[in-house]
């Protein structure tokens, strides 16, 4: 027969106390999910961006991981939309080529315009960092307007390829819209530090 002090050790070493069964997240688990608990589309958010957590990571970081992530994705559906293209036109009326090449016009206009916002994050001064921020914001919110307008266009188009760009069009665009809030988070950062007191 087993002593009491036997089965008790037997028995906190099958069980372990709560506290030792869990770790606490590192800060950039922390950041990333108080960062994405907001966006609009937050289970997108913490997806496209979980692979850009590191332990230093910054607002700043995020907010431009966020652009990269939805330049990458406005990239390869301008690319798709305009390798599709010809066969596209070639068996649509006029009224519909026409929507899809406006389309490609203004997926190009998107992609031009996260490229310049990523552009300016990545050199962010100071002195003009209000500035930067609002034309970042007005470029990434023309994009938005860009794929919303492209959308609008192609949705009397009924075709299996048209339809899967729609579908892209609008994952694009929500990613792009956490992009946006991402920017917009990254002020809010900023403006707090300014007003708080220095020692």
Known sequence: MPSPLLLLLLLLFLFPPPSTAASPPPPSSDLL?????????????????????RPSITPNDLAQAALSVSLLHARHLSRFLHSHLPSLCERSRRRRRVAL???AEQLSDSVDQLSRSLEELKHLRKSTFELQMSNAQTWVSAAM??????LDGLSPVHDPVVGRIKRKISRVSRITSNALYMINRLCDTRRMQKSQPSN
């Open 33 to 53: 999910r108080s960062s994405c608990v907001h966006a609009r589309y937050p289970h997108l958010c913490l997806r496209t961006l979980s692979s850009y957590a």
């Open 101 to 103: 090449r406006d389309c």
């Open 145 to 150: 307007t860009d794929d919303d307008t492209c």
